[in-house]
C-alpha cells in the first residue's frame, strides 16, 4: 500500500487517506472529533503515525501542516469574531416559504413554497435559476444530496415527492404511495436512497434512479413528521412521531429494529449524531433526550424549558446538543460526558423554531417567531448579533458548510442570505 494525499474533510474534523493498493486508489477516513483549538498538532501527528501504517516518518511534517489547518477551521468563533451583515434579499415566492437548504458550496440555495414550486438561487447573485413545477399542492420540505448536490428532493402536500435535476429542473422521478401529506424527506449519505415521511403515518423508502419504492415502514400510530439517515453508511433511518415516539429502522429490511418511549407529548424533531451513536429527540412535553442509538436505551432527559420543545440538533463534532422552545429560548448540553447544561441563550420575544450550530461550533444560530435571526457565543451564551429586518415570523435558518453565509426564510415571502 503506499499513501498517495492527504484530503482534509473540516465539519466534522478528520482526514481522508487516499492510497493505493494492488494497482487500485482506495480511501481510509479519520475522524478527529475531539481536535479544538487547544491540540497539540505535533503529538497528535505523532500518535496517527504510530496508529496508522499508511503514515510514514516521510509524510509527517505534511500531516502536521494538514492538522494546523484543520486546527485553524475548528477555533470557536466568539463575540469578537466576524460580523454577518445582509447581502442579498430573495424575493422568492407569491405565497409564504416552508423550508430553505444550501448546497454544499454555498453557491446554491433551494426554497419551498405554498405556491407548490421549489425554486433554486444564485447566491451570489440572487438570480432565480430555475424553478421546479410538477407538484400541486405545497412543497413542505426540500434537500440536496451531499455532498454531490447535482439532485434535489422535494417532498409535498400532495402526498408525493420528486427528484430533480437542479441544472435543468426536469423531474427524473415521483415517489407515489403515501395516502397523507409528504412533511419530510431525505436523501441518504450515499445519494442512492431516498426517505419520506407523511401524515398517513408511515415512512417510505424509494431507490433514487428508478423512483420504486423499496420498503413501507409500519408501525407509528400518528403522522410522522422527522426522519433521518445516519450520517454514514445510511443503513439506519430514524422516524418521529406525533404518537411520541422515535423508531429505528434498517434499510435492508422492513421491520423495526427498536422503538425509543419515553416522551409524554408529540415528537418535533428527531437527529443522529454524526457517528451514528447518539439519537437526540425534542418533544412538546417540554423535554429533549438523549438516547443510545445501538442499546436503545435513554441515557438522558433534559427538561430545562419551561414550554414545548420545537427542535434538536448536534454539533458536527457530535460533542454538544441544542434545542429550541417555545419559551423564547435556546440551551446547549453536553452529550459526551455528564449531559450537563453549558449555556443558556435569552433574549427573543417570541418562540424559537430552529436551531443550528455553526460548522466550527462556536456559535448557535436561531430563528424565532419575533421575525429575528440570532447569533450566540456557544460557551457563554451571550448574543453576538441580531439579525433584523424580516417582516414577518422567521421560521427556517442554515448555515453554508463553510460557516461564511447564512440563509433565513420568513413568512414575510422572503429568504435573506447573510455574509
Not at 188 to 205: E, I
Not at 266 to 291: P, R, Y
Not at 320 to 339: G, I, L, Q
Amino acid at each position: 500500500m503506499k499513501l498517495l494525499r492527504f484530503h482534509l474533510r473540516y465539519h466534522p474534523p478528520g482526514i481522508t487517506l487516499e492510497y493505493l493498493q494492488k494497482g487500485m486508489v482506495k480511501s481510509k477516513e479519520i475522524d478527529l472529533l475531539d481536535l479544538n483549538a487547544n491540540t497539540n498538532t505535533k503529538e497528535l501527528a505523532f500518535l496517527l503515525y504510530q496508529k496508522e501504517p499508511l503514515i510514514t516518518e516521510e509524510v509527517r511534517d505534511q500531516l502536521e501542516q494538514c492538522l494546523e489547518v484543520l486546527k485553524k477551521r475548528t477555533e470557536h468563533e466568539g463575540p469578537t469574531g466576524k460580523r454577518f451583515y445582509i447581502y442579498k434579499t430573495l424575493m422568492t415566492h407569491v405565497l409564504p416559504l416552508t423550508n430553505v437548504a444550501f448546497d454544499k458550496t454555498g453557491n446554491s440555495c433551494l426554497s419551498g413554497s405554498y405556491d407548490r414550486t421549489c425554486k433554486v438561487w444564485d447566491v451570489e447573485s440572487g438570480k432565480d435559476l430555475q424553478t421546479l413545477t410538477g407538484h400541486q399542492n405545497v412543497v413542505y420540505t426540500v434537500g440536496f444530496n451531499f455532498p454531490a448536490c447535482n439532485r434535489v428532493l422535494t417532498g409535498s402536500f400532495d402526498k408525493s415527492a420528486r427528484i430533480w435535476d437542479p441544472e435543468t429542473a426536469e423531474c427524473l422521478a415521483t415517489l407515489w404511495g403515501h395516502r397523507g401529506e409528504v412533511v419530510a424527506c431525505q436523501f441518504s449519505a450515499k445519494g442512492d436512497l431516498a426517505a419520506t415521511g407523511s401524515m398517513d403515518h408511515t415512512a417510505k423508502l424509494f431507490d433514487v434512479h428508478t423512483g420504486a419504492e423499496i420498503h413501507t415502514y409500519n408501525g407509528h400510530t400518528a403522522e410522522v413528521i422527522a426522519l433521518q439517515f445516519d450520517p454514514n453508511e445510511g443503513q439506519r433511518l430514524i422516524t418521529g412521531s406525533f404518537d411520541g415516539t422515535i423508531s429505528i429502522w434498517d434499510t435492508r429490511v422492513d421491520e423495526r429494529v427498536s422503538v425509543l418511549r419515553g416522551h409524554d407529548g408529540e415528537i418535533s424533531n428527531v437527529q443522529f449524531n454524526w457517528d451514528s451513536s447518539l439519537v437526540g429527540s425534542s418533544s412538546l412535553d417540554g423535554s429533549a433526550k438523549l438516547w443510545d442509538a445501538r442499546q436503545s436505551s435513554c441515557l438522558a432527559t433534559v427538561s430545562g424549558h419551561t414550554d414545548e420543545v420545537l427542535d434538536i440538533c448536534f454539533d458536527w463534532a457530535g460533542q454538544r446538543m441544542a434545542t429550541a422552545s417555545s419559551d423564547c429560548s435556546a440551551r446547549v448540553y453536553d452529550v459526551k460526558s455528564d449531559f450537563k447544561e453549558l449555556a443558556v441563550m435569552k433574549g427573543h420575544r417570541g418562540e424559537v423554531s430552529k436551531v443550528c450550530f455553526s460548522p466550527a461550533g462556536g456559535c448557535l444560530l436561531t430563528a424565532s417567531a419575533d421575525r429575528s435571526s440570532r447569533l450566540w457565543n456557544t460557551t457563554t451564551g451571550n448574543c453576538i448579533q441580531v439579525l433584523a429586518g424580516h417582516q414577518g415570523e422567521i421560521f427556517s435558518c442554515a448555515f453554508s458548510y463553510e460557516g461564511d453565509a447564512i440563509i433565513t426564510a420568513s413568512k414575510d415571502n422572503t429568504c435573506r442570505i447573510w455574509r
